[in-house]
């Protein structure tokens, strides 16, 4: 019997990938928030797989009732890390809206994001849109057709108001940059007024994602940008219709981020290490054959303690495809991207991004120099500790060498894929700034109710 067990150790052991020796981590207790969205996905996966384990983590997740919530928590050591916008620790950084030196090692997804408006609103936005062969309208589609809208509502002394998710949310500034490239001013930020509002001609305010349908559908706003599953819960309610997704605005554009204290990963190296290994494994599981996992991720994450919305809404884009108006569902393969593509990887290049927005809004009030963008990104963004331990993934057998951009410097090739064609090169942040028609540009400022400058 001895003999037999031995002979079947040994087998196991000869066909099991190199597990390295596991990490002597720091903290092995670890408690995580996250905002019920399906980009939250690698967090349950790593849970529910048992990947966190592997690692000797183990790890509670805990919904969060928002994202200011979610960001003081973790500032305030009652989360050990976060799901978060890829936003909030650039912001928190620089100190826009709190201050505190929060980090990232590991971003969670590309896309995933959609523009949904009332029936009402799409009803006249119709009439602006071609349409093809079959009658269906042409995608991508421009804010130009909500123009005409948004000026109608303005002649009969109505604000057209639209929500977003925080103020330094992908969301806001995906829908800030849509609604400028198609000539609608969605207003600024200034040290004196944190609205967004001023010269706005669409009132953007913040609203909870969970809450989005149901606050579209009360009136109280005409349409909004969030992740999935509330564009798609429009649709399934018969309230709404998602004109546009992040994947049309921007392809392959990024999205959430894993966010902890810099003085978290300072305290505990090896637990960091675990955590981002952990993830990237998950990562990996989202995307791999194809997307053959996602029907079972999206079963985990209908669960009550997760998304918890019915599995039908979350498949409807959590599956390769995405429905606009009801009927119309049209095939998105990349709208959810958790791996490929280095979605994972921390480039310098997105963080550029995100603080070229708040420039251009005034969120940052004064010009900076292209340097200061490279400096606040190296700060935050952290390559270097996802690279170790994707190595260590590739020591041991788990992951493919070929997977992971062990040579780049962090900065994306200049992409001009976005909705208005304006190139986005993220080692100049000045001179794209300025290239775009609408918002601040160098020297001006946001001062009273007007631009100056």
Known sequence: MKKLLAAIATTTILSAPAFAEMLDVEKDELKFGFIKLTDMAPLAVAYEKGYFEDEGLFVTLEPQANWKVLLDRVIDGELDGAHMLAGQPLAATIGFGTKAHVITPFSMDLNGNGITVSNEVWAEMKKNIPVDAEGKPVHPISASALKPVVESYRAAGKPFNMGMVFPVSTHNYELRYWLAAGGLEPGYYSPDDVSGQIGADV??????????????????????????????????????????????????????????????????????????????????????????????????????????????????????????????????????????????????????????????????????????????????????????????????????????????????EPTADIIDGVEYNGRTPNAYIDSLPIGLKSGQTVVGNKVEG
């Open 203 to 412: 009132l953007l305010s913040v609203t909870p994602p969970p809450q989005m349908p149901a606050t579209l559908e009360a009136g109280t706003i005409y349409g909004y940008c969030v992740g999935e599953p509330w564009n798609q819960q429009a649709v399934f309610k018969g309230i709404g219709v998602p004109v546009i997704t992040d994947y049309e605005i921007w392809k392959n554009n990024p999205e959430k981020v894993f966010g902890i204290t810099a003085e978290f990963a300072e305290e505990n190296p090896n637990t960091t290490l675990a955590i981002t290994k952990a993830l990237i494994r998950a990562a990996m599981w989202l995307d791999e054959n194809d997307n053959a996992n996602r029907p079972e991720a999206v079963e985990i994450l209908a669960k009550s303690e997760y998304v918890g919305a019915d599995a039908e809404v979350i498949a409807n884009s959590m599956t390769g495809t995405f429905e606009y108006e009801k009927g119309d569902k049209r095939d998105v393969p990349d709208f959810n991207v958790f791996f490929r593509y280095y979605a994972t990887y921390p480039y310098y290049s997105d963080a550029v991004w995100y603080l070229s927005q708040m420039r251009r809004w005034g969120q940052i009030a004064e010009s900076q120099p292209d340097s200061w963008y490279d400096e606040v990104a190296k700060s935050v963004y952290k390559p270097e500790i996802y690279l170790k331990a994707a190595q260590m993934l590739v020591e041991e057998g788990i992951a493919d060498k070929a997977d992971f951009p062990w040579n780049t410097d962090g900065y994306r």
